[in-house]
């Protein structure tokens, strides 16, 4: 069976491109960047240059592009570090209901073990947050904002540049979740104006288990790890040279082809949006339609259950989610879909649809032809009507 791999905001193979990059310094070049011999340095280098490449991506100097092991972890450092080592300044953080896992429990972490206070911002029914709501919110002694740049589920992009107006206005630090962004949107951070900014590899063809964060350089951090000073002291631990060539690499291929790559992939979102809806009742898009990712299809179809409809389409070889892959063990509705004050049915029965690099029209053709069936079956055989 030919697989239709739509799950892309959970993760994306890694490109070819990129793999190439990336294998000589699995056994050829394998020296540990902090060794001061030919093989230490040859990899140093290559760290180097990753951190350059990046930095020139995203309008920011080398030694603020800080490298993690993957989103979670930047999210936690920014986050943890900016509140820790801003104590003394104030201890109220801003944020909104929808944001990934790793922010809302990074923010739960304060709240209940170092006495910080949260203020979660709603957002409007489209998905997205209104920055005068977030305005709103600012107190004396607020000392971060984070909003998310790109939902991971609904695809609603956040107006961040007249977020940072508030922020900078406020003296506030603002930092952004941008993993979902990296192959379709700017990431030009002084455009954005933000002053930190989390990036990953599984999100634009990159390795997994790697992500960076930019700080900009007056801003400071405590560490979350202890060691060997790594990293500019900011994240301890001998650097993963392999995946970090590859996230440069990948980065700079999202970054070169998101333009063409958006408008390709617009029209296919757009054509299963309209085709879903049409054939299948009692089903909504989620999500503002043009503040949107892509690459996002996120659909309500009432009366039936998103589980279900996963495993049906997985027996035709469709992969798709229910909402973020950090979340898919629980059967707690999605904190997201709740969010836009829709019915609790609306997210037990949603689905995600993320198109990509490799998704072509007729993997698209396939989830239309088969999704109004499987609903249509499981609708019959549903105790409730």
């Known amino acids: 069976m030919q697989i239709s791999y739509l799950d892309n905001s959970a993760t994306t193979p ?30 140093k280098q290559a760290v180097e240059t990753a951190r350059k490449r990046i ?17 979670t972890e930047s999210v936690n450092l920014a986050i943890k570090g900016i509140a820790l080592s801003n104590m003394e300044k104030g201890n109220h953080i801003i944020t909104t209901k929808i944001e990934h896992h790793a922010v809302l429990e990074a923010c739960k972490y304060l709240q209940e073990f170092e006495g910080f206070e949260v203020t979660y911002v709603d957002v409007q029914k489209n998905g997205i947050v209104d920055p005068k709501e977030i305005e709103k919110a600012v107190k ?27 922020a900078k206005k406020n003296k506030i630090i603002f930092h952004t979740d941008a993993c979902q962004a990296g192959c379709y949107l700017d990431l030009n951070v002084k455009n954005l104006g933000v002053d930190l900014m989390t990036l990953n590899g599984s999100k634009i063809y990159g390795p997994k288990g790697i992500g960076c964060l930019y700080v900009r350089k007056d801003v400071v951090l405590i560490p979350l790890l202890h060691g060997g000073e790594q990293e500019f002291g900011v994240r301890s631990g001998t650097e993963n040279v392999p995946s970090i060539v590859g996230f440069a690499k990948a980065l700079e291929i999202a970054q070169k082809m998101r333009e063409k790559e958006s408008k390709r992939l617009i029209k296919l979102r757009d054509h299963l949006s309209k085709e879903l809806v049409k054939k299948i009742p009692h089903s ?7 503040k949107r990712l892509p690459n996002n299809v996120n659909i309500s179809i009432y009366g039936v ?5 996963l495993l049906h389409l997985d027996s035709k070889g469709i992969c798709a989610s229910t909402g973020s892959a950090c979340s898919s063990h629980s059967l707690e509705p999605s904190h997201v879909i ?27 053709y396939k989830v239309i032809k088969e999704l109004p069936k499987i609903v249509k079956i499981l609708r019959e055989i549903s105790p409730v009507k």
């Open 14 to 43: 890694v490109d070819k491109r990129v793999l190439k990059e990336m294998l000589p310094y699995f056994s050829e070049k394998f020296g540990n960047p902090s060794s001061m011999h030919t093989k230490g340095l040859e990899a």
């Open 55 to 71: 930095a020139k991506i995203i309008g920011a100097e080398e030694k603020e592009i800080i490298f993690t092991s993957g989103g």
């Open 305 to 309: 259950e998103g589980e279900s409809m």
């Open 140 to 166: 004396k002694n607020t000392i971060l904002i984070t909003v998310m740049y790109a939902n991971n589920e609904i695809g609603a992009i956040q107006p961040l540049r007249e977020i940072s107006q508030i």
């Open 284 to 290: 909504q898009i989620n999500g503002d339609m043009e």
């Open 338 to 364: 709740m969010a836009l004050g829709l019915p609790i049915e609306a997210s037990h029965g949603s689905l995600r649809f993320s198109l990509g690099r490799f998704t072509a029209k007729k993997d698209v």
